[in-house]
């Protein structure tokens, strides 16, 4: 079982930044896969930026631009540095990783942005 934590979130005013941060630990084979979701309240949970153990990188229309994500394979970490942050953004932000497979999640981050 991979245990998934993030860590990061907290209040900002609009236009400026956070880094979240996520580790996976436990019964690690290779993971394939990390990324960040995000749900507003009211809103399905949508895809905010992944990464590939190979680098490859997807972000959100939404987000192009402003947030990047990274990863350190050797620590089974990923980041997310988020600028220019919007009103839009806040919401409960998720690490996400696929290891052989098998999808696990995090509990999860509060990011609010306040105008």
């Known amino acids: 079982q991979v245990h998934v934590v993030e860590s990061g979130g907290g209040l900002v005013q609009s236009g400026g930044s956070l880094r979240l941060s996520c580790a996976a630990s436990g019964r690690i084979f290779s993971i394939n896969y990390m990324g960040w979701y995000r749900q507003a309240p009211g809103k399905q949970r949508e895809l905010v930026a992944r990464?590939?153990?190979?680098?490859?990188?997807v972000y959100a229309d939404s987000v192009k631009g402003r947030f990047t994500i990274s990863r350190d394979n050797a620590r089974n970490t990923v980041y997310l540095q988020m600028n220019s942050l919007k009103p839009e953004d806040t919401a409960v932000y998720y690490c996400?990783?696929?290891?052989?497979?098998?999808?696990?999640w995090g509990q999860g981050t509060q990011v609010t942005v306040s105008s």
């Open positions: 996400n990783t696929v290891d052989g497979g098998i999808t696990s």
């Open positions: 990464i590939s153990s190979g680098g490859s990188i």
